[in-house]
């Protein structure tokens, strides 16, 4: 298995550019997520999915936009993108349900500037 | 609202020296995670401790919960300097549900000296 797998690893965005940040995962997972992380912050939550066609705001949902067409890919677009967009970005899936441990596996992350 | 705490955020380490640091957080949760994150990497998970008195082991790493207190404190044993990182813990933000949300503390750095 791959796991959590994101493209591309890093972008560098003028201000107003649009893009999108891909991630799969081939673990079948139903639940993902989107994470943004600051220099020397914890990550929040951006956009979460419960399953294909189920999406949710997290915390810091304004500026992004998020899909479910697929169990296998989570895709975060960015519309008009503003420095306060620079960060890095990472994807994680879940296993539904069953087990005890419930972990997050996440991605290798998108390093996006924005100038 | 859930808000987790984590001390200190940085915390330089002599080799072979014993260490503690601290996860607290603010509302019942029944599921802690402690991830941890080289330079310029992704998250890799370490532990879940999923109950009151839970204690889980990872080389040189022991943490345990107390969810009475609402704290987590890895201990660090005889510090070397593989374990140069920074450590989250996260907190399950739905109590009794599987909605799996985390919220993440802001991160222990810790540095090993020789």
């Known amino acids: 298995n791959a796991g959590v797998t994101q493209t591309p690893k890093f972008r560098i965005l003028k201000i107003g550019q649009s893009m999108t940040l891909q991630c799969t995962q081939d673990m079948n997972h139903n639940y993902m997520y989107w994470y943004r992380q600051d220099p020397g912050m914890g990550l929040k939550l951006i956009y979460y999915?419960?399953?294909?066609?189920?999406?949710d705001k997290g915390e810091v949902p304004n500026g992004y936009n998020v899909s479910r067409s697929t169990t296998e890919d989570f895709p975060l677009r960015l519309e008009l993108a503003a420095p306060s967009q620079t960060s890095v970005y990472f994807c994680a899936s879940r296993r539904t349900s069953g087990g005890a441990r419930n972990e997050q596996f996440f991605g290798p992350g998108t390093r996006l500037t924005v100038l | 609202e859930l808000k987790v705490e984590q001390n200190p955020l940085f915390l330089s380490m002599q080799e072979g020296k014993n260490y503690t640091i601290y996860c607290n957080y603010s509302?019942?949760?029944?599921?802690l995670y402690w991830y941890r994150q080289d330079p310029g990497k992704s998250l890799e998970s370490l532990f879940v401790l999923l109950s009151n008195g839970a204690v889980k082991q990872e080389g040189r790493l022991m943490a345990s919960l107390d969810t009475k207190a609402r704290l987590s404190t890895p201990h660090i044993t005889a510090a070397v300097h593989d374990l140069s990182a920074t450590y989250f813990c996260?907190?399950?933000?739905?109590?009794?549900?599987?909605?799996?949300?985390?919220?993440f503390g802001k991160g222990t750095k810790l540095s090993v000296k020789p």
């Open positions: 996260a907190v399950d933000s739905n109590y009794g549900g599987s909605q799996g949300n985390l919220i």
């Open positions: 999915s419960v399953g294909a066609g189920i999406t």
């Open positions: 509302t019942t949760s029944d599921r």
